[in-house]
């Protein structure tokens, strides 16, 4: 069973940067898709970033360009690195896997952690 833990939330004024972490035991991390999900308050949860275990990245339209993701087989972990932070990026940040296919919709994904609060304010 894959079990992940999220780390690097936190508050942050407009036009910071955050890095959050993930951190993955019980799998293969070197054969899992790894993703970011995230969920403000009183929306839905949405789609923000994904790379496969080639490396291969997508981002939602809502980020292109202000994050990046990156993973370390080695260290089983994997990153998301947040610049130009606006208000409107607040939300609980989840850090989700998949075996099989590309975590990009919520509905298929069976693996989650348990995540973390970024609150971007000034």
């Known amino acids: 069973q894959v079990q992940l833990v999220e780390s690097g939330g936190g508050l942050v004024q407009p036009g910071g940067s955050l890095r959050l972490s993930c951190a993955a035991s019980?799998?293969?991390?070197?054969?899992?898709?790894m993703g970011w999900f995230r969920q403000a308050p009183g929306k839905e949860r949405e789609f923000v970033a994904a790379?496969?275990?080639?490396?291969?990245?997508t981002f939602a339209d809502s980020v292109k360009g202000r994050f990046s993701i990156s993973r370390d087989n080695a260290k089983n972990t994997m990153d998301l690195q947040m610049d130009s932070l606006k208000p409107e990026d607040t939300a609980v940040y989840y850090c989700?896997?998949?075996?099989?296919?590309?975590?990009?919709?919520?509905?298929?994904?069976?693996?989650w952690g348990q995540g973390t609060q970024v609150t971007v304010s000034s």
């Open positions: 019980g799998g293969t991390f070197s054969r899992l898709h």
């Open positions: 790379i496969s275990w080639t490396d291969k990245s």
């Open positions: 989700v896997a998949d075996a099989k296919i590309l975590p990009v919709i919520s509905g298929l994904i069976n693996v």
